[in-house]
Antibody
Framework: QVHLQESGPGLAEPSETLSLTCTVS??????????WAWIRQAPGKGLEWIGSVHSRGGPKYNPSLKSRVIMSQRASSNQFSLKLTSVTAADTAVYYCARAGLTAVGGLPPHYYYAVDVWGQGTTVTVSS | QSGLTQPPSVSGAPGQRVTISCTGS?????????VHWYQQFPGSAPRLLIY???SRPSGVPDRFSASKSGTSASLAITGLQAEDEASYYC????????????FGGGTRLTVL
């Protein structure tokens, strides 16, 4: 059974850098079968993709956040992480780490074939002074 | 702004059939794109309900079905139950945004 767990501070001050880590069990972040994503949800709002990482190729970021996002993965600890710089109150949200790893297409299709099949429980981040 | 449009809310009585639409464009729901659907209860993470436009992961009741035609998709729930009251999101990828993952705005289902 695959399990994802977010960790990081629940409070960030405006203009600071938010750092979150996702620890994965039951699957390897090094597998070329999966993409690992961060998705957030502001209070009362819908889901917003932040970015994804993969064992091969560079990270992919939401164009609207790209200038402020850095994602990486650490095979040795089976984790992947998110850094979001210059945060504002608009970044207050529940942050989910997730795996995009399900498709009916065989082989290793492009990332845009994959559904998000495993979600972490989410961690609430509030940006406030 | 999401490239996938869903109605903000739908409702139905127990036992009825409801559908939730998801409208996009050629850059996200065109022929080469799959649509996925998620169910989310308040305070919980989303759960994958449908993948590849019409496939159900194991454990999802067959009361849930979905289809895709042209640049639109729909989720259908038959035999509506009180426990189906939740928010539902469609998701795809958008080639005009560098194949970014995109979600619909979500639809709140109320069981009357």
């Amino acid at each position: 059974q695959v399990h994802l767990q977010e960790s990081g501070p629940g409070l960030a001050e405006p203009s600071e850098t938010l750092s979150l880590t996702c620890t994965v069990s039951g699957a390897s972040v090094s597998s070329d079968r999966y993409y690992w994503a961060w998705i957030r949800q502001a209070p009362g709002k819908g889901l917003e993709w932040i970015g994804s990482v993969h064992s091969r190729g560079g990270p992919k970021y939401n164009p609207s956040l790209k200038s402020r996002v850095i994602m990486s993965q650490r095979a040795s600890s089976n984790q992947f992480s998110l850094k979001l710089t210059s945060v504002t109150a608009a970044d207050t949200a529940v942050y989910y780490c997730a795996r995009a790893g399900l498709t009916a297409v065989g082989g290793l299709p492009p990332h845009y074939y994959y559904a998000v099949d495993v979600w972490g429980q989410g961690t609430t981040v509030t940006v406030s002074s | 702004q999401s490239g996938l449009t869903q109605p903000p809310s739908v409702s139905g009585a127990p036992g009825q059939r409801v559908t939730i639409s998801c409208t996009g464009s050629s850059s996200n729901l065109g022929p080469n794109f799959r649509v996925h659907w998620y169910q989310q209860f308040p305070g919980s993470a989303p759960r994958l309900l449908i993948y590849d436009s019409d496939s159900r992961p194991s454990g999802v009741p067959d009361r849930f079905s979905a289809s895709k035609s042209g640049t639109s998709a729909s989720l259908a729930i038959t035999g509506l139950q009180a426990e189906d009251e939740a928010s539902y999101y469609c998701q795809s990828y958008d080639s005009s945004l560098g194949f970014s993952m995109v979600f619909g705005g979500g639809t709140r289902l109320t069981v009357l």
